[in-house]
């Protein structure tokens, strides 16, 4: 993310007023602000003076809102890398002020953490998420601006860690969603070893049956040793567990294998959106779709009131 002007934050020029929060002062364009923000418009025509202060902001997310909203370059369109933490306190002021573009922008940019698919969620990019607090906070903020389509994969990413040190400061209904995930989630993760105990036509049934008990159990024995550090059902089988089943199975377990953990992870997956009490993928997506066209036909909007706010003035 390209580092912001200072002068977009605190600008010399004529017709600026003065946005404060925290105690900080940000100097920015009364038109601009306006122009973008139907919110912003109001509060200036309110106004008494030459000076506006956010309570229920933090200085750094509005410090993130005005940069995005002024200066082009820092907070371009995906496939931009961002800054994820910033992409969610824009969302949230984008909301608030009701500023579409940033609003479609933000969603977008956090969608590449908190997917829809099964394939996006074994993206090497989920991994850059923040996670820890960053997810029950997102998951926080999904709910109150409505891009529920977002939530079940947060409540999974909070199940996989351990979250106990500061859940007390989310609400309680983020809590109980998050531990019904943790459960699902463990329960998928001995579900999902039926895919090494089903059968093949192989012609060396008792040595594949006994190196597929020898990896249950060392699998266990792992995951008992490490469920302090959370289970994830989606990535407990990485590229070198499957390099060493190859070694200790036949061609024919080994395929028939993969084909079964492939058809478990897509029904697990599919599970999920249920699981958090939110119907099927098919149906978040059509709220996708619904917000999304709300959002376009926002802009729409305002374009023509634009248009015809200048053809009347002039």
Not at 1 to 20: A, F, Q, V, Y
Not at 129 to 141: I, K, M, Q, R, T
Not at 254 to 269: E, H, P, T
Not at 281 to 296: Q, T
Request: aromatic share 12%.
């Amino acid at each position: 993310m390209t580092p912001t002007s200072r002068r977009i934050l605190w600008s010399p020029d004529e017709g600026c007023i003065i946005i404060k929060a925290d105690k900080r002062e940000f100097r920015v364009s009364r038109h601009l602000l306006a122009f973008h923000s139907p919110i912003f418009a109001s509060m200036f025509e309110l106004a008494t003076g030459n000076e506006v202060e956010l309570f229920q902001d933090s200085s750094e997310e509005v410090s993130a809102f005005l940069s995005a909203l002024l200066d082009s370059r820092y907070f371009p369109p995906p496939p931009a890398i961002v800054n994820f933490e910033d992409a969610l306190c824009i969302l949230r002021l984008a909301h608030k002020y009701d500023v579409p573009f940033l609003l479609e922008r933000s969603i977008l940019h956090l969608e590449n953490i908190y997917p829809m698919t099964l394939a996006g969620s074994l993206a090497d990019i989920v991994v850059q998420s923040p996670g820890g607090e960053f997810n029950f906070w997102a998951a926080d903020v999904f709910r109150k601006v409505g891009v529920i389509w977002l939530l079940p994969f947060t409540y999974f990413s909070i199940s996989v860690e351990p979250w106990q040190n500061y859940r007390a400061q989310f609400p309680l209904e983020i809590q109980e969603m998050a531990l019904r995930v943790q459960v699902a989630n463990v329960q998928n993760s001995i579900r999902l070893l039926e895919f090494i105990t089903g059968e093949s036509a192989c012609y060396s049934k008792a040595h594949c049956e006994k190196h597929k008990q020898k990896t249950i159990r060392l699998f266990i024995q792992r995951c008992a040793e490490d469920f302090s550090l959370g289970i994830n059902f989606l990535r407990q089988w990485d590229s070198l567990g499957w390099q060493k089943l190859r070694e200790v199975l036949c061609a024919q377990c080994f395929q028939d294998a993969r084909v079964r953990y492939q058809q478990k992870l897509d029904i697990m997956w599919n599970e999920l959106p249920g699981v958090c009490e939110m119907g099927g993928w098919d149906n978040l997506a059509k709220k996708r779709v619904d917000y999304f066209h709300d959002l376009g036909e926002s802009m729409k909007q305002r374009s023509r009131d634009e248009y015809t706010r200048t053809t009347m003035a002039v």
